[in-house]
């Protein structure tokens, strides 16, 4: 079946400094990737959409300077987070899809943990 | 706007005990709807889904009916195995984002335990 690779699983890095996050899917072409960000408790939260060669699409309220959004090639999307912060500290997911139109399965990575110290 | 509301967890079941996850959706439309199970260390993964009202999903020994005059997608087993410990999110998609792909928006998610 489908697979999504997220890199890494954890990170911890210093306040000031950015994290890149990978996301790649192994054995198909993603059109689409989502990024989405779970906080301790509550649910994932749709960050933005990213299209194979195009600018990503921000959900309201997401910084697009601070989280840099970069879908290069239809199996790589990264997630930069920028002077991270210690509220960036959260868990991010990637989820990856094939195809366009209908309702293809969503693949999601494994998550990373980031937590800014 | 849309949103899933699912049972608060963490919930702790005996091997072979019967499962509930109450889950109740908000949207305008008609929407698709969900069920993504979480192993430890692994990402979300298709459990079962439903696209129309009436819908049964059904996978592994799960089974959720799409209820639309009640609104809700409800998470059923009935004898849960320790393998099933798992957090359990539902979720609905709804629309065409135009960005080719559907959005899906999540509940909180619920823990499942089963002990032997």
């Known amino acids: 079946g489908a697979v999504v690779s997220q890199h890494p699983s954890r990170v911890i890095c210093k306040s000031g400094t950015s994290v890149k996050i990978e996301c790649r899917s192994l054995?198909?072409?993603?059109?689409?990737m989502f990024w989405y960000r779970q906080f301790p408790k509550q649910s994932l939260m749709l960050m933005a959409t990213s299209n194979e060669g195009s600018k990503a699409t921000y959900e309201q309220g997401v910084e697009k300077d601070k989280f840099l959004i970069n879908h290069a090639s239809l199996t790589l999307s990264t997630l930069t987070v920028t002077s991270a912060h210690p509220e960036d500290s959260s868990f991010y997911i990637c989820?990856?899809?094939?195809?366009?139109?209908?309702?293809?399965?969503?693949?999601f990575g494994s998550g990373t943990r980031l937590t800014v110290v | 706007g849309d949103s899933v509301t699912q049972m608060e967890g963490p919930v702790t079941l005996s091997e072979e005990a019967f499962l509930t996850i109450n889950c109740t959706y908000t949207a305008t439309g008609y929407p698709s709807l969900f069920w993504y199970v979480q192993y430890p260390g692994e990402g979300l993964q298709l459990l079962l889904k439903?696209?129309?009202?009436?819908d049964k999903g059904s996978n592994k020994g799960f089974e959720a009916t799409y209820r639309k005059e009640t609104t809700s997608f409800h998470l059923e087993k009935g004898s849960v195995q320790v393998s099933d410990s798992a957090v359990y999110f539902c979720a609905l998609a709804k629309g065409y984002s135009g960005a080719g792909s559907y959005q899906l928006t999540f509940g909180k998610g619920t823990k499942l335990s089963v002990i032997p």
């Open positions: 439903a696209t129309k009202a009436d």
């Open positions: 989820s990856a899809r094939a195809g366009t139109g209908g309702l293809y399965g969503y693949t």
């Open positions: 054995d198909f072409q993603a059109t689409t």
